[in-house]
Nanobody, 129 residues
Framework: QVQLVESGGGLVQAGGSLRLSCAASGRTFSTYVMGWFRQAPGKEREFVAAIRWIWSGGSTVYADSVKGRFTISRDIPKNAVYLQMNSLRPEDTAVYYC????????????????????WGQGTQVTVSS
């Protein structure tokens, strides 16, 4: 019912910035939460950031590893969510995935990937030293 397409990944040097985009289509009115996850080579997929889509005025949650460097934002008329990544580090290198949940979820569960209903195909971010 919801399709997600990520874009904006690429190669950047440490200290640089990238802005990822996720465009949603389909029954987007049913989307309550959108988030970003990432999976680095040889690592488990991990939570990055999430934003509440239609409730709580777009409140956000961030992983400690990106807090202060990354910013998640939404554009409801465009059905899009963004991830502005600043001060990038080599350890930020990963495939970044956009995800959406079609129901509300509490903050205690919003970081868990199993709570999300739809996923994009991922976009590669590579940070060189």
């Amino acid at each position: 019912q919801v399709q997600l397409v990520e874009s904006g990944g690429g190669l950047v040097q440490a200290g640089g910035s990238l802005r990822l985009s996720c465009a949603a289509s389909g029954r987007t009115f049913s989307t309550y939460v959108m988030g970003w996850f990432r999976q680095a080579p040889g690592k488990e997929r991990e939570f990055v950031a999430a934003i509440r889509w239609i409730w709580s005025g777009g409140s956000t949650v961030y992983a400690d590893s990106v807090k202060g460097r990354f910013t998640i934002s939404r554009d409801i008329p465009k059905n899009a969510v963004y991830l502005q990544m600043n001060s990038l580090r080599p350890e930020d290198t990963a495939v970044y995935y956009c995800a959406a949940r079609a129901r509300t979820v509490g903050d205690s569960r919003i970081t868990h990937e199993e709570e999300y209903d739809y996923w994009g195909q991922g976009t590669q971010v590579t940070v060189s030293s």
